[in-house]
T-cell receptor
Framework: AQSVTQPDIHITVSEGASLELRCNYS??????LFWYVQSPGQGLQLLLK??????LVQGIKGFEAEFKRSQSSFNLRKPSVHWSDAAEYFC????????????FGPGTSLSVIP | NAGVTQTPKFQVLKTGQSMTLQCAQD?????MSWYRQDPGMGLRLIHY???????DQGEVPNGYNVSRSTTEDFPLRLLSAAPSQTSVYFC???????????FGQGTRLTVV
């Protein structure tokens, strides 16, 4: 069965510092991978996705993520965090053979210190 | 462009009451879904639909009903509310199955 773990429940970084949010998945084959962001009181917004090809994918708002098959990971990074990046971040995994469901991780809450 | 619209935004119910959470999208997406969000558990799929007239169960369907009579609308019905259904509910739609979904702003439901 598919599963997604996000080891960090909460992370605090200073504005301008770099950021890496961890995501690990369990799946028997190469999955489809996603990162979503949820700002306070809002719905989720897709940041980026990985389907195939280049393992480093670029997303919106200056985020990128790298798929590492050997580590079953899809970590999200940003070189310089802005105060507006404070939000909840969710990693999700989908199956290539089942387009009707994705599994979400528990989320990582990001706080940004001015 | 409204995207995905959910109503109401907030609701308090008494145990045993029924209600319908509304969801409408204006992007002509075939796929729509309902999730519930609970602290530390991410989003869990309740029900989904791949097109008008077609619905299926997700991970946590018990206590909820759905129907899909039009492409635009996908209401979620709570038949007899229980405190365990206190949660934030999100509706989502997509042109590509569950992938790359657009989410509504959520409905915060409290059952007392």
């Amino acid at each position: 069965a598919q599963s997604v773990t996000q080891p960090d429940i909460h992370i605090t970084v200073s504005e301008g510092a770099s950021l890496e949010l961890r995501c690990n998945y369990s799946y028997g084959a190469t999955p489809y991978l996603f990162w979503y962001v949820q700002s306070p009181g809002q719905g989720l917004q897709l940041l980026l996705k990985y389907f195939s090809g280049d393992t480093l994918v670029q997303g919106i708002k200056g985020f990128e993520a790298e798929f590492k098959r050997s580590q079953s990971s899809f970590n999200l990074r940003k070189p310089s965090v802005h105060w507006s990046d404070a939000a909840e971040y969710f990693c999700a995994v989908g199956a290539r053979t089942s387009y009707d469901k994705v599994i979400f991780g528990p989320g990582t809450s990001l706080s940004v210190i001015p | 462009n409204a995207g995905v619209t959910q109503t109401p935004k907030f609701q308090v119910l008494k145990t045993g009451q029924s209600m319908t959470l509304q969801c409408a999208q204006d992007m002509n997406h075939e796929y729509m879904s309902w999730y519930r969000q609970d602290p530390g558990m991410g989003l869990r799929l309740i029900h989904y639909s791949v097109g008008a007239g077609i619905t299926d169960q997700g991970e946590v369907p018990n206590g909820y009903n759905v129907s899909r009579s039009t492409t635009e609308d996908f209401p979620l019905r709570l038949l007899s509310a229980a405190p365990s259904q206190t949660s934030v509910y999100f509706c989502a739609s997509s042109a590509s199955g569950a992938f790359e979904a657009f989410f509504g702003q959520g409905t915060r439901l409290t059952v007392v």
